[in-house]
């Protein structure tokens, strides 16, 4: 009976967290507040909410935490040394004056760039690039900041430093070439939405006389410090080729990009001048991801908390919740909008609970639970939810109503979710 009762507040408070999140919530400390209620309830002794749930815990996700940093620090390296403007002053010269083939072209080039760049500071600074163009050549803002938000969404199935976070709540599961193979079909699919979405709002404005041909006019011009070499155009891809093909662990092969790209950009001519860019360019980095990294330490301690008091929560929704992957599957598929708001399937979110709950009944294998997890944070909430951190700054930046670009991208974000989700299941969740 007392099990019954905890249990039942347990889920109580689960829904609170729930809608605390929906409602734009401070999730570190909705996190921490909630594994302290949950250990309270559940009765956890003192001794382990020391040692396991607040300490050891958060050690544990110290390699994770070294990988998002030096992606970070990689990131803002290629915004810094003037690489990201580079490729994309090339790809704007190589469309020329044809409004739909930039908006093509530079989408997928900024795909690219974010299968190894990370961290918010990349994804502004890259964007305050790419928007003005697309502005200027008279895409409308919709559709200039929907596909932009794809096309970041787009790089990150690949992202080492992106995807390292799961590796905190599913141990078990790797970035080997098994994943590789998915992540690559995966970026495939999603790009290919992407085209879709482009083409057809293109040809709506179309129709509707709301394109206009203009060349990029001068003022918005991508600008670069100094005349960089063709060359650089690898810098962005030497992480992710070292981890795949050469097996090198992330920070190596991130270390050996900012390198890489400091020395080509002529930024390791003086020690002076290489000590400063190498500072700026970490401490930018780590500033882009410090707020990311707090929320990630609450989410393991609200999961370390939820491992205790996993078998009250077996015992009460063990005859309710469907043991069944495909049935779970389905659900996700159909429900899928609940990711938008840090909803329940947003594991970064108020799902991280859910993500625990279904750990704790023991009946779905952690390569199941990653594979489903893994793709509503990137195809629901990075493409189409106003919560994310730079989405909010685009909204502001282009001036648009978060309704507006709910209405315009999720759709688009939704299949792409249920297409990729059915791969995953197939290839990496078995």
Known sequence: MIDIIAGILLLITFIGLIVYCMKGGNLLIGFIFT?????????????????????????????????????????????????????IKKTVELAGDKPLITMLLL????????????????????????????????????????????AVAAGMYLNI?????FFGVFPHAKYNDKYIHFAVIAT?????????????????????????????????????????GWYCMIVPFVPIIMVSLFKWQPVAA?????????LFTHNLVSYKLAVEKVQKTLYDGIAD????????????????????????LQHVLGGIIPTTPVVILIAFC?????????????????????????????????????????????AIVASSCPTQSWTMWGLSYAKLE???????????????LIIVELIAFAMIGH
């Open 35 to 87: 594994a302290i209620i949950w250990c309270i309830i559940g009765r956890v002794p003192i001794s382990i909410v020391v040692t396991k749930i607040f300490e050891a815990s958060v050690e544990n996700y110290g390699k994770t935490i070294a990988i998002i940093v030096f992606g970070a620090w990689f990131g803002r390296m290629l915004v810094d040394t003037g690489i990201a403007s580079y490729i």
């Open 402 to 416: 978060p309704k507006q670009y709910i209405k315009t991208n999720l759709p688009w974000a939704w299949s792409i």
């Open 334 to 378: 159909v429900l899928a909008p609940l990711a938008l708001f840090r909803g329940p399937l947003m594991i970064w979110g108020s799902g991280i609970a859910l993500v625990s709950i279904f750990q704790a009944m023991g009946v779905f294998s952690e390569q199941f639970l990653f594979a489903l997890f893994l793709i509503p944070p990137v």
């Open 254 to 262: 991130f270390l050996l990009g900012i390198f890489l790209g400091l």
């Open 161 to 165: 430093a992106y995807v390292n976070q």
């Open 188 to 228: 495939v699919v999603h790009v290919v939405v992407m085209i879709a979405f482009i083409l057809f709002n293109y040809m709506r404005a179309k129709k509707t006389s709301k394109v206009h041909a203009w060349a990029v006019s001068a003022s918005t011009e991508v600008k670069e410090v100094k005349p960089l």
């Open 107 to 150: 989408s997928v080039v900024c795909a690219l760039i974010f299968t190894s760049a990370f961290g918010v500071g990349s994804v502004m600074a890259i964007g305050m690039i790419v928007l003005p163009i697309m502005f200027s050549i008279g895409i409308d803002k919709k559709t200039a900041l929907g596909t932009y938000m794809l």
């Open 289 to 312: 991801s410090g707020l990311l990294i707090g929320m990630l330490y609450s989410v393991n301690i609200f999961q370390g908390a939820a491992q205790q008091v996993s078998p009250i």
